[in-house]
């Protein structure tokens, strides 16, 4: 069985970007290898966040993959700052990575924009170091994510081959698997941009009431025209609600387009405001139940466990390859 890698930052709040790119197809996934799922808080730390907030997103993730039907018994569920593997490679990794590709990054220039040149923290700089650290660590050879990710793993896949170049077959090569359906899920009020948990406005958060979730639907910026066709280019708004509603139902871009072939956007808005709270009904009560629970805490304790035994054998590994002198 395949080793699966994947995680997500407890920056802000998750949205349904993340739910439908990452948390649900990581349930989808599960069965079929062994996967590790984390919660990337070392990576939360890149840019400035209260540290009461940043304890209480990292439960939450913990509680939202459980809610999504993560099953502990099969897949490690842990906290990154738990097992310190992960920061003892990236001090090694940080040697393999260039800072000319480290600066080309575009989640890098993006973060960066509007920042003083004076005052990025070496952190954000380095964050690809840490993220290749923490897919190497796992010999995953799957790493699943939505597609603003797939960057960051192609760097981790150019320093294992310069790294197994240099020392031998160390290091299992990754590669990113981009969700099938709803890789990147846009902005509900501007729709060609990605939906993220720092843009107030157009996103979908799982804290969301029922309520509000269905106001934003039906409140989505829509195209010219009626016609529920799928055409990113033309249609970028309806594309993209065609997008949450097909990962919802499992229904194929055809298969929409004739449920709605005489019908117009609001009866489409509708049903994509169903589906969705069909959906999130069940699945933020189960959030609720398990977070008042200590579920949460235990799954973390035999996560650390189970992940730590595995970053363990990995980090010896590559200490031993490039000459640390190891004891017994
Ligand atoms: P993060 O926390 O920004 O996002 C977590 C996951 O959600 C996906 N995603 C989306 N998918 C579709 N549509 C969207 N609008 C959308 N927004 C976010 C992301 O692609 C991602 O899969 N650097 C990572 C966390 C990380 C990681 C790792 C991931 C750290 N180490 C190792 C994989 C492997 C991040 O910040 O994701």
Do not use: C, W
């Not at 997103?57 to 809610?67: E, K, P």
Request: no cysteine.
């Amino acid at each position: 069985m395949a080793r699966i890698l994947s995680g997500i930052k407890p920056t802000g709040q998750l949205t349904l970007g993340n739910y439908i790119g990452a948390i649900k197809n990581f349930a989808r996934v599960q069965h079929d290898g062994e996967p590790f799922i984390f919660i990337a808080d070392l990576h939360a730390l890149t840019l400035p966040i209260d540290p009461k907030t940043l304890r209480n997103n990292s439960r939450d993730i913990a509680a939202y993959y459980l809610a999504a039907g993560l099953d502990p018994k099969t897949t490690t569920i842990f906290l990154q700052s738990s097992v310190h593997e992960h920061s003892e490679l990236a001090i090694i990794l940080q040697n393999y990575l260039y800072m000319g590709e480290l600066s080309r990054m575009t989640q890098y220039k993006d973060k960066t924009q509007k920042m003083d040149n004076n005052a990025i923290g070496l952190g954000l700089f380095a964050y690809p170091v840490l993220m290749a650290a923490d897919i190497v660590l796992y010999d995953a050879p799957r790493i699943p994510v939505g597609e603003d990710q797939v960057q960051h793993v192609e760097l981790a896949r150019d320093l294992v081959k310069r790294f197994n170049n240099r020392y031998g077959d160390v290091l299992v090569m990754p590669k990113a698997e981009v969700t099938k359906v709803g890789k990147r899920i846009m902005s509900l009020s501007d729709p060609t941009k990605k939906m993220s948990k720092s843009d107030p406005k157009g996103d979908i958060y799982l804290s969301d009431d029922l309520k509000t979730m269905r106001k934003k639907i039906m409140s989505a910026v829509t195209d010219l025209g009626h016609e529920v066709k799928y055409d990113v280019v033309n249609k970028p708004g309806i594309s993209n609600l065609m997008t949450i509603y097909s990962a919802l139902t499992n229904k194929t871009m055809e298969e929409i387009e004739q449920e709605f072939a005489n019908k117009g956007y609001g009866d489409f808005k509708r049903s994509v405001a169903d589906a969705l709270i069909n959906e999130m009904e069940p699945f933020k009560a189960r959030y609720e139940q398990i977070i008042n629970s200590g579920i949460v805490d235990e799954v973390l304790k035999e996560g650390q466990i189970r992940a730590s035994k595995a970053a363990k054998e990995t980090l010896k590994r590559v200490q031993q390859a490039v000459g640390l002198y190891t004891l017994k």
